[in-house]
């Protein structure tokens, strides 16, 4: 059973997107094409070197942001509000995932490379607002962004969680490899299944998921 692998568990972190709405809301798709015309604007790039950029910026330094901010001394924080200002009219609220949720036993938690402004607007839209003990964006880490193990250490010490009875539920597995080494249990919530030592469970239905952690 799932469940005993969990028994000790007290505090549940959550990553945003992708994992507590389903990929085929397509959020980022919109977030996406607002970074894009971020970087041309700010840069004065074409969109083909935008997007090379970005990809530049995602594999050496794990966010979009975290790359302007290190090559070209971006300010986050209209960055941060001009990507975020999407649509979620579409997003559909989950009734059994917030009933799961709300009977997980402890401290729940939400940590997103995006912002916590933007985190509580999609709690809204899905249902799920005032599930949580605490919100917390890549702000709250000094903009250092998820994979990085620093970024982790300040969100946790801020909550005062104890890893070794934490689990985190990401769409990413690089964002899974600093908890799991920090003791969590990991659960890789995404389409495919990855094998690897970092990453202890796999599920494509969270909803399913902490239905057999809740009973």
Do not use: C
Request: glycine fraction near 6%.
């Amino acid at each position: 059973m799932v469940a005993q692998h969990f028994t000790q568990v007290r505090a549940w972190v959550f990553d945003l997107d992708n994992t507590l709405y389903p990929p085929s809301a397509r959020l980022f798709d919109q977030i996406e094409v607002k970074m894009t015309q971020w970087v041309m604007q700010e840069l004065r790039v074409d969109r083909s070197e935008a997007d090379r950029l970005r990809r530049h910026y995602w594999e050496s330094y794990g966010t979009t942001l975290a790359g302007l901010m290190q090559e070209h001394g971006l300010d986050p924080a209209p960055y941060l509000t001009h990507v975020h200002d999407i649509s979620l009219t579409h997003l559909p609220k989950d009734a059994l995932l917030t009933n799961h949720i709300a009977a997980l036993p402890g401290r729940r938690i939400v940590y997103t490379n995006g912002s916590a402004p933007y985190a509580e607007r999609v709690l809204e839209a899905r249902g799920l607002s005032g599930l949580f003990d605490a919100v917390y964006g890549v702000e709250n880490a000094g903009f250092r962004p998820k994979p990085e193990r620093a970024a982790f250490e300040a969100i946790f010490t801020k909550d005062g969680l104890d890893p070794a009875r934490a689990a985190m539920f990401e769409d990413d597995p690089r964002n899974l490899a600093a908890p799991h080494a920090m003791g969590m249990r990991t659960v890789l919530v995404a389409p495919e299944a990855l094998a690897a030592d970092h990453i202890h469970h796999h599920t494509d239905d969270l909803t399913g998921f902490l239905g057999q952690l809740v009973g």
